[in-house]
């Protein structure tokens, strides 16, 4: 089993959405103790976002591509070419003004890519990474959870499962601002769900 762990989070430490994505990983580890496991941080390495010399690089054939937009296609091969090794993604997501952060943003935009994650047919998109199963750590200050505040699930699975990976579980930990109380029972409601899922 290849893991591949995404901490999207703004901070290289102490991130709430790390924590939780720790620990669906270390439970996986601990399931199949042969699993290899791949973390990327986009916070200590971070993604080049989309602009308008990357979208030239991605639209210019392979064989004209000057070296520097060879190099910038080659980002996004390397990011692609990780989730397609993996069995299994886990994503740190924290919410950052009711959506997802601009680094998990960014990381989409790479790994989208016509005619290599998914296609267009007769009877529309299909997604090509399929076969995958993704844990989703949702880190969120207040309380969110099946509410119209919440657009980050909606986003989310709609945008995984565009690109095939449509067996997504998602674990939320919510209210870790409301005070030391409502934070301990956030993390204890997330650990309770990780365990259920994971059993």
């Not at 990011?79 to 886990?90: H, R």
């Not at 994650?117 to 989703?136: H, M």
């Amino acid at each position: 089993m290849n893991i591949l762990q995404i901490n999207t989070s703004a901070r290289r430490e102490d991130a709430n959405s790390t924590r939780i994505a720790n620990a669906i990983t270390a439970r996986l580890q601990s399931a199949n103790p042969t699993a290899i496991l791949t973390v990327r941080d986009l916070a200590s390495h971070p993604h080049p976002m989309l602009d308008e010399a990357a979208l030239n690089a991605l639209f210019t054939p392979a064989e004209q591509r000057s070296p520097a937009q060879a190099a910038r296609v080659a980002l996004d091969d390397a990011l692609i070419a990780g989730i397609q090794a993996a069995d299994v993604l886990v994503l740190g997501v924290p919410m950052y003004n009711f959506g997802v952060p601009v680094q998990l943003k960014t990381w989409i935009d790479a790994i989208a890519r016509t005619g290599v994650t998914f296609r267009y047919t007769e009877n529309g998109p299909e997604g090509l990474l399929k076969g995958k199963k993704v844990f989703v750590a949702l880190a969120r200050g207040g309380r969110y959870r099946n509410t119209e505040s919440d657009t980050q699930v909606p986003y989310l699975k709609t945008v995984l499962g565009f690109l095939g990976m449509t067996e997504v579980q998602f674990i939320y930990a919510e209210g870790l601002n409301m005070g030391p109380a409502a934070a301990q029972q956030g993390f204890a409601e997330a650990e309770a769900d990780i365990a259920a899922a994971l059993a």
